[in-house]
C-alpha cells in the first residue's frame, strides 16, 4: 500500500516530469554535479540532472543526443534487498506505465517516447513538461471555480482517453496533475494503472494508490471501473477549491473509514455547476455517479468567467434656467413634486443609515444587557463578553502572548480569543483556510494526535464549515468532552470560531463551559454571543 498522498505531502513519482527552477538545478552555476550526471543511458539519453524521485524511481532532465531535444528519464529504482518476485514486478509496473501512457494520444496525457532497458531494468523516456504539480499549487492557497474547473475539464479528458483505450489509472491526485506553460494540463503517472486484458500484478498489502482519493468500492475490494477514477476527480476538485481533502484524517485506517462512511460538508467555495459535479462525483454508490458526459457539460459552464457586470445607466436631473450669456434655447427646467422630493430624501437618509451602520460596525450581533466589548489592540480584535468577566494575560516571559481570556468569577465560564500571526513564522502551523484549521483541530480533538489541552481521546466534534464572516469563509466547531481528572471527571464543552484574514492571520475565538449542569445553557448563550459580536481589525 502506497503512504497517504495529497495536496498537502510531500513529492512522489509525479513531481518527476517537472522542470524546477535553476536555482535548483545539477547544471546551474556554482553546483556540484549530481551523481549520475553526465551518464550516457542506452547510447543516447545524457543525464543533465535529478527533478524529482519517489519509491519507483528517479527522474532525470536529459538531453536526447539522436534528435538534440531536452527529455525527462525515469530511472528504476528498487532496493536490492527485495525478493526477486517482488523486483520483477516493479519493473513490470513501470513498463506497464509506460505501456499505459503511450497507448493513448490525448494533450492531456504526457507523451512516451521510448523504453531504454539497460541490465534488464526500464528506464522511461517521455517528454519534459516545464511547469509545477496541482499539488505544489495548493500548497500556496486554493483555486477560483472557473479556474479550477478549467484544470478538471483537461483531467477529465485525459480519463476519458485512457477509458476509451481500456486503461483505469488509479491514482488521480493533485500531485499527479502538470501545471505547464501555455495553460497545458497533464495527468501523470501511470505506474499503477490498470490495462484491460493485462494480468494484475498482486499488490502486497492491499490496494495500492493514496487512501484519501480512493473510491469506496476499491475500499471494499470490489473491480473497479472508470467511475472510480470519477470519483477521485471529484476529491481533487474539492481540495482544489477548497483546500482540505474531505476525506483525510491523521492515519491511514482512520482515512479509509471516513471515505467508506464520511459525507463531506457542502464546498463553500464552489458554488453552482462546480458543486453539483463534486457532489455527483462523491456519491458512494459507483452506479449513481454522475457520467462523463454530464461532468464535461458542467464543469464547460463553470469554467465560463463571470458575467461582468451589466453597466448601469446614470440619470442625471438637472434644473437650470437660461442665463444672459447662454447661446441658445433654455434648458428646459424639470419640476419635481413636493411628495417626489421628500421621496427622495427619505431614500438617501435610509441610504446614509444603512452605509453607516455597514462601515461603523458590519457584523456586530446584538450586544446582550450586561455586557461590554473590550478592545485588544495587540491582537487586533474586539472581544464582547460579559461586563463581570475577568482578563487573564499572558505572563511576560511567555513564548506565546497573542492570546487573552475572559472568565467568569466562578472559572466554569470563559472566553479566549487567540491569534497565529503569518509574520511570527508560524506559518507553516496556519492553515491556508479556516477550514482547514477547524478540520485539523478536529481530527486532534477526536484523539488522533496530541493537543495542548491534553483531552483524553475520543471527544465527540460537530464540525461546521459553512459560517462566514465579512462575507469570507470562517469555520466552527463544539467540542463535547469529560476532563480526565481521574478523582472527579466532569464533561465539557467548547465552541471555537475559525477566522483567517486576508493578511494570513488565523484568530481562534474559543468558549469553554460545563457540558451538563446550570451552566449549560448560559454557557451556551455566551458563546453565541461572544462569536456573533467579536470584531476583528477593531481594537
Partial sequence: MSSDGGAGQGADDTTSFVLQPPASRADAPGRQPEAGAGRLVDGRYRLLGKLGHGGMGTVWRAKDETVDREVAVKEPRVPDHLPEQERANAFERMRREARAAARLDHPAVVNVHDVAVVDGRPWIVMELVRGRTLGDALRE???GAPEAARIGLQVLGALEAAHAAGVLHRDVKPDNVLLGRYDRVVLTDFGIARIEGDTQLTD????????????PERVLGQRPG??????????LLYTATEGVSPFRRSNTPATLQSVLNSTPAAPASAS?????????????DPAHRLPADRVRALLTKAAEPPAPPVPTQRVEVTATAASADHAGP???VRRLG?????????????????????LADPFAGPLPEGWGRKPEAKLGATVAVPASYQAVRPAKDATDKNWVTYEDWSGGVWVQLHVSRKADGSLNDIKNSARSQMYADDEKFRGEGEYTLQMPKGARTNPDDTPTYHGAQAARNTVVYTT????????RELQIFYYRTAAGDMYTLTVGYPGKGDFTARGREVAKAAIA?????KP
Wanted: no cysteine.
Fill in 141 to 143: 492557497g486554493t483555486l
Fill in 204 to 215: 502486497t498489502g492491499g490496494f495500492v494508490g493514496s487512501p484519501e482519493y480512493i473510491a
Fill in 338 to 358: 413636493r411628495a417626489v422630493w421628500l421621496g427622495l430624501g427619505a431614500a438617501l437618509v435610509a441610504a446614509a443609515v444603512v452605509a453607516y451602520l455597514v
Fill in 330 to 332: 433654455a434648458a428646459p
Fill in 484 to 491: 480526565d481528572d481521574s478523582q472527579n471527571p466532569r464533561p
Fill in 272 to 284: 453552482g455547476p462546480l458543486a453539483e459535479v463534486i457532489d455527483g462525483l462523491l456519491r458512494k
Fill in 533 to 537: 459580536n467579536l470584531d476583528i481589525g
Fill in 226 to 235: 472508470p467511475a472510480s477514477d470519477l470519483w477521485s476527480l471529484g476529491v
